[in-house]
């Protein structure tokens, strides 16, 4: 656990980073903005912090056409990314957990994991990759 927290901070790091010097501008791809935007939620407890568990979900969304522009792939991993910092930043002592980056982190899983087409910006994407391969190492 004290490795996976480390990564964390580690990535967390880097994307403050990037933030500060004008990566946070990336987005998802120009024509995606001309679109309407299909857009769901799941709440935080209804899938297993398991990524089989995550895979199985995102076919399902995929196959019931609910979000499109995604690989399964992809998807999986952003609803894995969500449901592991919940559950992370619940296991920490109280004081990181009041922390400023790790309530951001934390809030923005209370409310459930929010998919909508074409995915997430390409920092949260690289994030969700990297809390993917923590998961699969400590998982």
């Not at 990181?96 to 074409?118: C, H, M, P, R, W």
Request: glycine share 6%; hydrophobic share 45%; aromatic share 10%.
């Amino acid at each position: 656990m004290r490795k996976s927290v480390k990564f964390i901070a580690v990535v967390a790091i880097a994307v403050i980073a990037m933030n500060k010097f004008g990566i946070k501008t990336m987005k998802k791809a120009d024509f995606v903005e001309h679109q309407t935007i299909k857009t769901m939620n799941i709440g935080i407890d209804e899938i297993a912090m398991d990524q089989d568990a995550c895979e199985e979900a995102a076919q399902k969304i995929i196959e019931e056409g609910r979000i499109e522009g995604m690989s399964q792939d992809a998807m999986a991993k952003e609803i894995y990314a969500h449901i592991f910092i919940h559950d992370v930043v619940e296991s920490l002592p109280g004081f990181l957990q009041n922390n400023k980056f790790v309530q951001k982190a934390y809030n923005s899983t209370v409310n459930g994991i929010d998919l909508e087409d074409f995915g997430d910006t390409y920092i949260r994407q690289i994030a969700y990759n990297a809390i993917w391969v923590i998961g699969s190492i400590f998982g």
